[in-house]
């Protein structure tokens, strides 16, 4: 993050610190934005919104009322609406979080804290060689509300997620 914000476009972005906002991005007055944190043009940033440190939010992202988004690449015209958790995760393009949905970034439930991924469908399990990974959301993915992408998933490009739907691919079948 901080190679990326040395590399900015001169004129281009106010950067206090180590936050660096896009002339042309709208953050309300009661956003909080930590650093480092790059937020691309055209960017919205509602009010209660929590960027914790370590984020890259590209060009025409939405990011709600009550959102906190932690240490996170967010592409091209995503939305996450209001009430969303998103940790660790890479974020496609195009994708929508609807309200209160959730991207886990952490194993609560067993003491063996690596994050595991599941290489393909009903394919093994792999160690990540991290105790703090959310998720890789494909480009298009449509994630309903409520919903809980558990730590490490992998969302193919226009998956769709149901409504109060928990995707764990620890778990097979889910």
């Given at each position: ?20 906002v ?32 370590g ?38 393009a195009?994708v ?8 886990c970034n952490h194993?609560?439930e ?10 393909g ?7 990540t ?9 494909g ?8 919903a809980?992408?558990?730590?490490g ?16 691919e ?5």
């Amino acid at each position: 993050m901080r190679r990326l914000l040395a590399g900015l476009p001169a004129g281009d972005y106010v950067v206090e610190g180590e936050v660096a906002v896009h002339r042309s991005a709208r953050v309300e007055p009661g956003a909080v934005l930590k650093g480092p944190l790059i937020l691309g043009a055209d960017c919205f940033v509602a009010a209660g919104a929590y960027l914790r440190g370590g984020n890259w939010v590209d060009a025409r992202c939405t990011i709600g009322p009550s959102v906190e988004l932690k240490s996170s690449f967010v592409f091209e015209g995503t939305a996450l609406a209001h009430f969303n958790f998103v940790g660790d995760s890479v974020i496609g393009a195009g994708v929508n979080m609807e309200a209160g949905s959730i991207i886990c970034n952490h194993r609560n439930e067993r003491a063996y804290k690596q994050i595991l991924v599941r290489s393909g469908e009903g394919g093994s399990l792999q160690g990540t060689g991290c105790d703090k990974f959310g998720a890789l959301v494909g480009d298009g993915a449509r994630i309903g509300a409520n919903a809980v992408i558990a730590p490490g998933a992998l969302l193919v490009p226009g998956r769709v997620v149901d409504r109060m739907t928990l995707v764990d691919e620890e778990l097979p079948g889910r």
